[in-house]
T-cell receptor
């Protein structure tokens, strides 16, 4: 079945460091890909998405490119801030299906 | 943006009792809502898909008689954990889909259930 694998955390970085959180997926067909963020004590928020190969999703300085050839959707940010500390989930939705399948989540902590 | 609320945000109940969690879409109508369970430091696992006016569709391994879902209106779905046990303690999150098919899903803030 469809699945998402993302790098295990926790990830701890200093402020202004470069961030990469790896995500790969297994799916039949052409899924839509998502990154969600969960700030402490809050629900999930959609951070960015891409719906077809080579699309780049971006928001709040974060970017991820839908790579069909490597089945990847890695999350990157050039300069992280303390306020980016949260748990990040990579996810996919296959075709027209409603169900979203989540990765295990990566906890990110940014030191001032 | 679209807002989904959950009530209560946390609840403590005794073993054997039942507890109801509400999920509301505040500024849009949601034909479909989803219920997830999140264990500590783990990912979200879909429990069931709730469609307004019809029976919920449960994922494999989820007991439908234990986790009762009712989606009586286009803005409200409820999850009732019946005869709760300590192993039911978890973080329950709902989402509501705007539109149909590939419409955006908006997530509630979650409800932390502790069964003593």
């Amino acid at each position: 079945g469809d699945s998402v694998t993302q790098m295990e955390g926790p990830v701890t970085l200093s402020e202004e460091a470069f961030l990469t959180i790896n995500c790969t997926y297994t799916a039949t067909g052409y899924p839509s890909l998502f990154w969600y963020v969960q700030y402490p004590g809050e629900g999930l928020q959609l951070l960015l998405k891409a719906t077809k190969a080579d699309d780049k999703g971006s928001n709040k300085g974060f970017e991820a490119t839908y790579r069909k050839e490597t089945t990847s959707f890695h999350l990157e940010k050039g300069s992280v801030q303390v306020s980016d500390s949260a748990v990040y989930f990579c996810a996919l939705r296959s075709g027209s299906a409603s169900k979203i399948i989540f990765g295990s989540g990566t906890r990110l902590s940014i030191r001032p | 943006g679209a807002v989904v609320s959950q009530h209560p945000s946390w609840v403590i109940c005794k073993s054997g009792t039942s507890v109801k969690i509400e999920c509301r879409s505040l500024d849009f109508q949601a034909t479909t809502m989803f219920w997830y369970r999140q264990f500590p430091k783990q990912s979200l696992m879909l429990m069931a898909t709730s469609n307004e006016g019809s029976k919920a569709t449960y994922e494999q391994g989820v007991e439908k008689d234990k986790f009762l879902i009712n989606h009586a209106s286009l803005t409200l779905s409820t999850l009732t954990v019946t005869s709760a046990h300590p192993e039911d303690s978890s973080f329950y999150i709902c989402s509501a889909r705007q539109g149909t098919g590939a419409g955006e899903q908006y997530f509630g803030p979650g409800t932390r259930l502790t069964v003593t």
